[in-house]
């Protein structure tokens, strides 16, 4: 099993719709989760971090984390055409792992 | 506050020639991380240095190698380089690498090209 699993893309919303971007892990150690997004031919840009049970919110974007279950999501609320890249999951900093994205397409 | 800074942006080298690819941290961050994404594919692990020391190294061959200066800079070494090679490599620094507030930030990467 990857250490780091997420659902596989490319997944496609319309505009204003949710997207929901989903991130399993093996290890139970983990203690904080990253979320970042990379446009194509750009360096990854960390959008969200969660360390805690339950949903941290930042604007438009809602970070879940469920601990028991080793499953993080990312929530993307009234999806706009800029939100069409490949979004990243890393757990913790010292793992030193990503997972391999899941390329989102907001379609107008 | 500057950035974390990446040289050169791009980069065509043959096969079987050596490549330093330099890094410069956000200031004030100890620790500098390398990553080589090849095309379409995600971020592998390279090396992660920390206060001058490597803490921890990724699944590659000893041809990668790198360091850490006193002024927290780092340069990635690959010798004898190989097709396989060309990826986007980039380098990402933290403050703290066990703060949980606080992920990486990267550069922009260099784009290394071996023909």
């Known amino acids: 099993q990857k250490e780091v699993e997420q659902n596989s893309g490319p997944l496609s919303v319309p505009e204003g719709a949710i997207a929901s971007l989903n991130c399993t892990y093996s290890d139970r150690v983990s203690q904080s989760f990253f979320w970042y997004r990379q446009y194509s031919g750009k360096s990854p840009e960390l959008i969200m971090s969660i360390y805690s049970n339950g949903d941290k919110e930042d604007g438009r974007f809602t970070a879940q984390l469920n601990k028991a279950s080793q499953y993080v999501s990312l929530l993307i609320r009234d999806s706009q055409p800029s939100d069409s890249a490949t979004y990243l999951c890393a757990p913790s900093l010292e793992k030193l792992t990503f997972g391999t994205g899941t390329r989102l397409t907001i379609i107008p | 506050e500057a950035g974390v800074t990446q040289s050169p942006t791009h980069l065509i080298k043959t096969r079987g020639q050596q490549v330093t690819l330099r890094c410069s941290p956000i200031?004030?961050?100890?620790?500098v991380y390398w990553y080589q994404q090849a095309l379409g594919l995600g971020l592998q692990f390279l090396l992660w240095y920390d206060e001058g020391e490597e803490r921890n190294r990724g699944n590659f061959p000893p041809r990668f190698s790198g360091r850490q200066f006193p002024n927290y800079s780092s340069e990635l070494n690959v010798n004898a380089l190989e097709l396989e090679d060309s990826a986007l490599y980039l380098c990402a620094s933290s403050l703290d690498p066990f703060d949980y507030n606080y992920g990486y930030t990267f550069g922009s990467g260099t784009r290394l090209t071996v023909v």
């Open positions: 200031s004030g961050h100890t620790s």
